[in-house]
């Protein structure tokens, strides 16, 4: 599917990995504006709002990774604010990825422990939301393992909801930090042959990341088990391939996915041999990329069953650790430009 | 330089159609020329071995689909060296066998392992199925890609049905993936739970648990259904109602790609066989009505089941010296496909074509393996046999070892007389 429209002009073109300093100079990316009060998803939002937030984050990771000190008034966009990270769903790198945004920005920061709390001895999804929203937050940061959660939560607190990962529908800021993370190794999305390959059943990281590349022009490919591939996914877009050396011929970006055995019953793949075997991303099946292919994960990896270590950590191919870097940019990006809808300042 | 050319035959071939007298040239263990009439004289010459076949049919060698081996896990009823010595002396010149061993086939090192150990024996080549499921258990999917990687033709459960649907609907789709097909027993297990005949009146006359038949085609429509979803390849195995041949029928009629098979035993025989107890009746799926019989014969005549098979297990002796209920289904079949067959032909239910059609190239076709076809450049896997030569079903004479069968005494037309594997001979009757 092509993009509702062209973007070339809202883009920074840059197409030498070394920019850095010279765009820097020139006009700083102003905060991004969304229609919405809340992050969802990234289905729903134009290319306008995404390439706002891209951009507003490319200069939030400028500043990270020149370890420039942030000030203000960049550093108090969320002073006096609070920002509750409600993770009803395990993470480490999400959760601490938000924290150290939201203290980037002077937000102030709560961690709500779900495992412990009183969801724990029963309370319903909306009694916790009712109870959190007495408290008055600013911004609810919800991780949750059903797909509509973070909307439902939405409809039923004052404050702005980011969606951190709703079961298998979105994780709208990993989207953005990858396509962040792209565009500062390679300068563009528009164009690029990406392949997203794995759990596509089970991911909400595919499903953002979809929607929001095919909307800024690449064109993407999933490459997936047919176990693995959901009804109709053809109709988002896609090219898709149960291949994996076939499915990434030529392409530009390799997405390995997190084979998301939490979510499975048991029967979708035989083995983690097996898939390791036909879908797992090593260094002979990677030669059927692009000579300069990059590989991407959103992690945490399962070493051995979606990829190898050697692939994985080969510093030349491999973005997963600048992904996580640049998180922080991305989802300051996000908090910026909720807090600044929400009217406050 | 020929090394074998095979003349004065009827040649039967399937693949182009040909029922007619010629000649087949065999060099390297390849067909090298295949064509009506007789040979020139300077090919004759040429020739190291000429054979005069006397007019005896020369069609490609039979592709049995549906086998059990005994090896690995009981050697003793039958090695996997007497059964390919078997099947050799019945005309068949590819075995493909269920995984049902002990340990069941569900992995890659057991079809490399047998499979290697097959190349040096001097029978029928082996094919295998994989289990689709771990320890043929229903359950958990086996590791179909490596097993196809190893060489498995498709994948089966053996006689145990996939019941539960979802499992079945991954199967479809990972071996619509592997663009390899899904092999299924069909019979709903809950349906057919403690039965020990068909289910009918002379059931209720014995005394004798029924399996209805509408257990086999209740499997056949989900799965169909599945199919539709999937667009996999489905293989019904031995079907033996008239439901599941009308089910069959439809889903070819709507343009799914789905194929069938049956065994002699429902072309052949009807329930009232079970009629004395004798447990050499006892068979999965079980004998059906006459009316059942008759939709197969259809079913076979117009191209709606696709091959025959043999359905040939090695039945221990003391597990058949059973009352009927406890005593184990099953029965010998390599020894008796071909003759049972072609009774069909001198019935005039079905044409020598039609009867080869059946036994060799439906099912290379449906395995995606060589064979069914006399043309140049196809493997010298070969049966010469005699249409009308008559004798009489003696288990106590099988090649095979498994001596177990339900038309013990039946008079049948149709003998071989050589088969060749490769342009290699490995059998000749004496």
């Known amino acids: ?345 | 330089m020929t090394d074998l050319l095979l003349h004065n035959a009827r040649l039967i071939d399937p693949a182009r159609g040909i029922d007619a007298t010629g000649h087949i040239a065999v060099t390297d263990g390849v067909i090298t020329a295949a064509g009506t009439g007789e040979p020139d004289k300077a090919s004759m010459k040429a020739a190291a071995q000429s054979v005069d076949c006397g007019g005896a049919c020369l069609a490609p060698g039979l592709v049995d689909m549906r086998v059990q081996t005994s090896d690995p896990g009981a050697e003793h009823l039958e090695d996997l060296a007497t059964l390919l010595h078997a099947a050799a002396a019945g005309g068949i010149t590819s075995i493909v066998a269920l995984p049902d061993a002990k340990p069941v086939i569900d992995d890659a090192s057991m079809i490399d392992s047998l499979s290697l150990r097959a190349t040096r024996i001097d029978g029928a080549r082996l094919f295998l199925y994989g289990a689709a499921t771990t320890g043929l258990q229903g359950k958990a999917m086996a590791e179909l890609g490596m097993m196809a990687e190893a060489g498995a033709v498709g994948f089966a459960n053996g006689t145990r049905t996939i019941m539960d649907s979802l499992v079945m609907r991954r199967l479809l789709s990972y071996c619509g993936m592997l663009d390899k097909p899904l092999v299924q027993h069909c019979e709903d297990h809950a349906l057919t739970a403690g039965s020990e005949m068909n289910e009918s009146e002379t059931s209720t006359r014995l005394g004798l648990i029924g399996a209805p038949a509408a257990a086999e085609a209740m499997i056949i429509d989900r799965d169909l259904h599945l199919v539709r979803m999937t667009g996999a390849r489905y293989h019904a195995a031995h079907i033996s109602t008239r439901d599941a041949v009308d089910s069959i029928r439809r889903a070819k009629d709507e343009g799914l790609a789905v194929t069938a098979d049956t065994a002699p035993p429902y072309f052949m025989l009807n329930e009232l066989s079970v009629s004395t107890y004798d447990t050499a009746f006892k068979l999965a799926p079980p004998l059906r009505s006459e009316d059942d019989r008759e939709a197969i014969i259809e079913g076979i005549a117009d191209g709606t089941i696709d091959a025959i098979a043999s359905d040939h297990i090695a039945v221990d002796g003391d597990a058949k010296a059973q009352p009927f209920g406890p005593a184990q289904p099953g029965a010998s079949g390599i020894d008796t496909l071909l003759a049972l067959t072609l009774s069909l032909v001198h019935r005039e239910r079905i044409s020598m074509l039609r009867a080869m059609e059946c036994l060799s190239l439906a099912p290379a076709s449906i395995l995606d393996i060589d064979g069914g076809a006399l043309i140049e450049g196809a493997a010298a896997d070969l049966v010469l046999f005699d249409p009308s030569a008559s004798w009489v079903v003696r288990a106590a004479d099988f090649a095979s070892n498994s001596r177990i069968t339900p038309f013990e005494g039946l008079p049948v037309q149709g003998r071989v007389r050589s088969s060749w594997v490769g342009g290699m001979p490995v059998f000749t009757r004496s």
């Open chain 1, 1 to 345: 599917m092509p993009p509702a429209y062209k973007l070339n002009s809202m883009t920074k073109q840059s197409d030498s990995g070394s920019r850095n300093t010279a765009t820097l100079a020139t006009t700083p990316a102003p905060p991004a504006r969304l229609a919405s009060k809340h992050l969802l998803g990234i289905e729903g939002l134009n290319p306008l709002e995404i390439n706002a937030l891209i951009d507003r984050g490319d200069m939030f990771a400028d500043l990270i990774q020149e370890e420039q000190p942030i000030t203000p008034p960049l550093s108090e966009v969320l002073k006096g604010r609070t920002v509750l990270n409600l993770f009803f769903e395990n993470s480490t790198r999400t959760r601490v990825s938000f924290e150290l945004a939201a203290k980037n920005l002077s937000g102030s920061v709560l961690n709500i422990n779900v495992a412990g709390s009183s969801v724990k001895k029963g309370e319903t999804l909306l009694d916790t939301a009712t109870t959190l929203n007495a408290m008055h937050p600013h911004i609810l940061v919800v991780r949750h393992n059903c797909s509509g959660a973070a909307q439902l939560l939405s409809q039923h607190v004052d404050a702005a909801v980011i969606n951190a990962g709703d079961g298998r529908h979105e994780h709208p800021t990993q989207a953005l930090l990858d396509a962040l993370t792209i565009k500062r190794r390679v300068g563009r999305i528009e164009g690029l042959k990406i392949a997203i390959c794995g759990d596509i059943a089970n991911s909400r990281v595919a499903r953002s990341n979809i929607h929001l590349l095919s909307t800024l022009g690449a064109e993407i490919r999933l490459v997936c088990p047919a176990t693995l591939l959901p009804d109709a996914v053809d109709a988002m877009g896609v090219e898709i391939h149960t291949n994996l050396e076939q499915g990434i011929e030529g392409v530009d970006i390799v997405m390995m996915l997190r084979l998301q055995t939490e979510r499975m019953e048991g029967t979708e793949t035989p083995s983690q041999r097996e898939y390791f075997n036909m879908f797992g991303l090593d260094r002979r099946k990677l030669m059927r990329a692009a000579p300069n292919a990059l590989i991407m994960h959103p992690g945490p990896m399962n070493r051995g069953v979606e990829i190898d270590s050697a692939t994985a950590d080969d510093v030349e191919k491999s973005l997963i650790r600048t992904q996580v870097e640049i998180g922080v940019a991305a989802r300051m990006a996000c908090l910026e430009a909720l807090a600044t809808k929400e009217g406050a300042a």
